[in-house]
């Protein structure tokens, strides 16, 4: 049972480069979350999906695009890579209103 | 809009010295908070959820505990494995997702 799983694990970009994160979960999460963290900053969301089929922003989402694939894939996508996302990228899962979430180990990504 | 608050940003014990960390909220009306543990290059890891004023969780070394303002995750006797980030967040009625405080980083001296 893997959970929540992440790739890559590290990512080096070039300013104005491109990349999809991508996340698969197999905890049968009918919601999925992309959130970036910051020293000093927190954790801040990007963008979630309640259910398939619907996606919404978050806190902090202009520079990211995302893609629910199906109800174990959740996607985020830098189109035009900028020196301020360089952060660690969590994904996460949930069941419910009630329910915790369950994060992946992250993507730990440098814009230079 | 959610807020969350978690002092003191860091602390440093001996082991065995017990102490508490605390997570003030601002919400329109508590649907959860949730307290996560976090190490170095990992991801938060759940540890406990509470849902109303009064109620308390414990496991391990560590005890949660919920008032209508704050939460308070005590540390008793705590081991150089305790050493980490904690992490508060809080759902509110109507709102999907977690509002994250900025954490607190625990380091425990042998």
């Known amino acids: 049972n893997a959970g929540v799983t992440q790739t890559p694990k590290f990512q080096v970009l070039k300013t104005g480069q491109s990349m999809t994160l991508q996340c698969a979960q197999d905890?049968?999460?009918?919601?999925m979350y992309w959130y970036r963290q910051d020293p000093g900053m927190g954790l801040r969301l990007i963008y979630y999906?309640?259910?398939?089929?619907?996606?919404d922003k978050g806190e902090v989402p202009n520079g990211y695009n995302v893609s629910r694939l199906n109800k174990r894939e959740f996607s985020l996508r830098l189109e035009s890579a900028a020196p301020s996302q360089t952060s660690v990228y969590f994904c996460?899962?949930?069941?419910?209103?009630?329910?915790?979430?369950?994060f992946g180990n992250g993507t730990r990504l440098t814009v230079t | 809009e959610d807020q969350v608050t978690q002092s003191p940003e860091a602390l440093r014990l001996q082991e065995g010295e017990s102490s508490s960390l605390n997570c003030s909220y601002t919400v329109s009306g508590l649907r959860g908070l949730f307290w996560y543990r976090q190490d170095p290059g990992k991801g938060p890891e759940f540890l406990f959820t509470l849902y109303s004023a009064g109620e308390e969780k414990e496991k391990e070394r560590l005890k949660a505990t919920l008032t209508k303002k704050e939460s308070f995750l005590h540390i008793t006797a705590p081991k150089p494995e305790d050493s980490a980030t904690y992490l508060c967040?809080?759902?509110?009625?109507?709102?999907?997702?977690?509002?994250f405080g900025k954490g607190n980083q625990v380091v425990v001296i042998p």
């Open positions: 999906s309640a259910s398939e089929g619907t996606t």
């Open positions: 905890m049968n999460h009918n919601s």
């Open positions: 996460a899962g949930g069941t419910g209103e009630y329910s915790p979430l369950h």
């Open positions: 967040a809080v759902r509110s009625y109507g709102n999907n997702r977690l509002a």
